[in-house]
C-alpha cells in the first residue's frame, strides 16, 4: 500500500472467473487515497494522521473484501457441488430402491415361507386326522369283532340251551310215556283181576 498521485492502490482481490461483486470481477480495485488525505488535512488533520486513516480504512476495506469473499464460492465449486448432490442422491435414490427390493424380496420369502409353513402344518394335521380316524376305525372293527364274537358266544350258549331244553323236554316226554304205559299196564292188570274177581264171585253165585 503506497500514496501516489492517482491514489491509494488497494490490495487487489480475485476470486476464481466470477463474482457478485465489482471488487470480485476486477483484478486491481483502486481509490483516490490523495484526495482522500488532502480533505483530512483540510479538516484539520496531519499529512502523518490522515495517511494512518487511509491506511487502517484501506486495511478495514481488505478485511471486509476477505470476510466477504469467504463466504463465496464460484461457479466451478457450485457445479461440482450440484454435481455431487446429483450424484449423491441418484446414489440415495438407488440405495432406496435396492432397500425397497430388497424389503420386497424379504417381505415375499417370508410369505413363501409362511405358505410352506402353513402347507406344511395342514400335511401334518391331514395326517394326525386320517391317523386318528384310522385308530378310531381299527377300534371300532376290534370291538364290532369282539362284539360279534360275544354275540357268537351268547348265540352258542343259546343254541346249547335250547338244545339241553329240547333233550330235557325230549327227556319228559319219554318218562311221561313210560309212565302212561306203566299205568295203562297197571290199569288193564287191575282191570283183568278184578274181572276174574267178578267172574268168580258170579260163579260162586250160580
Request: aromatic content about 8%.
Amino acid at each position: 500500500m503506497f500514496l501516489t498521485r492517482a491514489g491509494l492502490r488497494l490490495r487487489p482481490f480475485a476470486f476464481g472467473t466470477a463474482g457478485p461483486t465489482s471488487y470480485i470481477r476486477n483484478n486491481h480495485t483502486h481509490f483516490d487515497s490523495l484526495k482522500f488525505v488532502t480533505q483530512l488535512q483540510e479538516n484539520g488533520f496531519s499529512k502523518e494522521q490522515s495517511e494512518a486513516a487511509v491506511n487502517v480504512f484501506s486495511k478495514a476495506i481488505n478485511d471486509g473484501i476477505d470476510l466477504y469473499a469467504s463466504n463465496l464460492i464460484t461457479k466451478e465449486v457450485l457445479s461440482r457441488q450440484s454435481y455431487q448432490q446429483k450424484v449423491d442422491f441418484a446414489k440415495l435414490k438407488g440405495e432406496l430402491q435396492l432397500i425397497d427390493r430388497s424389503e420386497f424380496n424379504n417381505i415375499r420369502t417370508q410369505h413363501e415361507k409362511l405358505r410352506n409353513d402353513l402347507e406344511k402344518v395342514k400335511q401334518r394335521l391331514k395326517e394326525e386326522v386320517n391317523k386318528s380316524l384310522s385308530s378310531v376305525r381299527l377300534d371300532l372293527n376290534l370291538e364290532r369283532g369282539r362284539i360279534r364274537e360275544e354275540s357268537s358266544i351268547h348265540d352258542l350258549k343259546i343254541k346249547e340251551t335250547d338244545t339241553r331244553i329240547d333233550q330235557e323236554i325230549a327227556n319228559m316226554k319219554v318218562q311221561i310215556d313210560s309212565t302212561k304205559t306203566q299205568v295203562l299196564q297197571w290199569l288193564i292188570g287191575v282191570c283183568t283181576g278184578t274181572f276174574a274177581l267178578v267172574l268168580a264171585y258170579v260163579r260162586l253165585l250160580s
